[in-house]
Antibody, heavy 120, light 110 residues
């Protein structure tokens, strides 16, 4: 069974940092491209970042470029998101999502999400 | 403002067919492979349709996708109470090197 589990969310002050993790099991993690997506309370989905299988190619949404860094450790079957200079508008549930190997299909499995709250 | 525009809501009675659109605001929409996701409150999204019209294994054939010109659509035939959820269209944009989501459509079963 494919499982993705996010962790590392919590309450952080504006300007602070947080590192999210996404642990995976049930599939060969190193064969899959991965993404981070977030959802602010009561709002829609927002794609944040992509990373290829080797971790050598990354992309970011304009809204977070320069403040977020995605990385992965294939030996640990884990994906990470380092978030710096956090703002109130970064308050959201953060999901990791696996990109399907089926052409033109995107996120076939998602984690349950981890809540990040940015507040003083 | 999202690149992909969806109506905020859609509704129907059990057994009815309901459909709603996802419109593109740029010239690249024609090259998009549109995906649709279903999301229940408090849950992660689930892939419902990919490549405009394809259903992943396990998705009921009541759900169907289409795309023509600058618009894609999701249709739910034989609407059921358990279909009440939020639905998002999305696509990878090569020019942006990013994934874009629509604003979402909340489906209500009356």
């Amino acid at each position: 069974e494919v499982v993705l589990v996010e962790s590392g969310g919590g309450l952080v002050q504006p300007g602070g940092s947080l590192r999210l993790s996404c642990g995976t099991s049930g599939f060969t993690f190193s064969n899959y491209e991965m993404n981070w997506v977030r959802q602010a309370p009561g709002k829609g989905l927002e794609w944040l970042s992509y990373i290829n299988t080797f971790g050598t190619t990354v992309y970011y949404a304009d809204s977070v470029r320069g403040r977020l860094t995605v990385s992965r450790d294939n030996a640990k079957n884990s994906l990470y998101l380092q978030m710096n200079s956090l703002r109130a508008e970064d308050t959201a549930v953060y999901y990791c999502a696996r990109k399907s190997v089926v052409p033109a299909a995107e996120f076939d499995y998602w984690g349950q999400g981890t809540l990040v709250t940015v507040s003083s | 403002q999202s690149v992909l525009t969806q109506p905020p809501s859609a509704s129907g009675t059990p057994g009815q067919r309901v459909s709603f659109s996802c419109s593109g605001s740029n010239s690249r929409f024609g090259s998009y492979d549109v995906n649709w996701y279903q999301q229940f409150p408090g849950a992660a999204p689930k892939l419902l349709i990919y490549s405009n019209i394809q259903r992943p294994s396990g998705v009921p054939d009541r759900f169907s996708g289409s795309k023509s010109g600058t618009s894609a659509s999701l249709a739910i035939s034989g609407l059921q109470s358990e279909d009440e959820a939020d639905y998002y269209c999305a696509a990878w944009d090569d020019s942006l090197s990013g994934y874009v989501f629509g604003s979402g459509t909340k489906v209500t079963v009356l």
